[in-house]
């Protein structure tokens, strides 16, 4: 047990360290860039990069925020007992209940791993969670409104990746039901929470056995939105150092792999599919507006290509995988990366057959 909490750390500590390298190499290029004209500082190539780069960071900086903001309440106001009670036992109920949680929690993918991570914690059955974690960040309004206005002209497209992300998201929940035995999160479930966390709560025993005036009433409420936010600072480092690594690995991808080359590859209903995914992979674009980006290939791709682009990028890029491999252990992610790589393929090819 000793040597596995020691493995974590380094890992960890490598992680910290690459993040902060990258972050320090990044800064360095912006600062001197602009004052090395002609050098290969000044390459077109390297401007385009960094433009990617914080393009990425800015978009999705606002989700991760969001992430772990409900995050931190749900950590600290919602109980093990409310999570328990609030979704039904019954697998197929269960899975229903996580689409209905999209709609009322519209988080992109990039806050999506925080707000799992604490809800498992606290007693989320494993199916449900992966179910929830495909399904949040496309069954939501904002992005059926995205998509909606990006096909004007073709709104079935919206309610078709409404649809596919539902049946996709729903057999993932059952297949993780029937076949998913082992607790997937990286740290135990009943790990222990911090010092904070656990004062806090003695706190609340101490006050519960003693009627508390009002000083020691606003002392608690204190308390409690001081513990929010400490979570949520937490949350905010621990994601967010993935989500940079995931941006410089997306910027690079783009930059110096050409679209039009791989364009140039998907020419049959099977192959436009494929590429399709693998652009979303890499492009890891937000839920929010990714239908744009769909909406301009509307012209050299058909629509079953453009639906499985809209649908596998959300549940699975290259920035939120990093971010997943950081929370689940990489049995879990590889099993739910395989269910949803074959169903997207698969359901993209007979939506509109």
Sequence with gaps: MENTTMQRRTASSRTNLFAAV???????????????????????KLQLFKTLFISIMLEAMPFILVGVIVSALLHVFVSDAMIRRFIPSNPVL????????????????CGMVPAIRNLIRKG????????????GPIINPIVFWSTFTAFRSHPEMAYMRMGLAFVIAFLVGL???????FDPLREAKNAPISHAHEHAHAHHQHHDQHDADHEHSQAHRSGKI????????SEFFDMGKFLLIGAILVGLLQTFVSNADLMALGHGPGSSNALMMVLGF?????????????????????KGALLAFMVFGPML?????????AVFKARFVLIIGACVTVLVYVGSLLVLN
């Design 22 to 44: 990258s972050l320090l190499i990044i800064l360095g290029l912006y600062l001197f860039s602009s004052k090395a004209s002609g050098t290969w500082l000044a390459d077109p």
């Design 94 to 109: 269960g899975i229903l209940t996580a689409t209905v949680l999209g709609i009322l929690f519209p988080i992109c993918e």
């Design 124 to 135: 989320m059955p494993t199916h449900v969670a992966a179910a929830f974690i495909l399904v």
């Design 175 to 181: 297949i993780v039901y029937r076949f998913v035995r």
């Design 226 to 233: 001081a513990e929010v936010m400490g979570h949520a600072v």
């Design 282 to 302: 890499m492009l890891s674009l937000c839920s929010t507006s990714d239908a744009f980006v769909a909406q301009s290939f509307l012209n050299t791709f058909d």
């Design 317 to 325: 890029n290259l920035k939120s995988l990093l971010m997943m491999l």
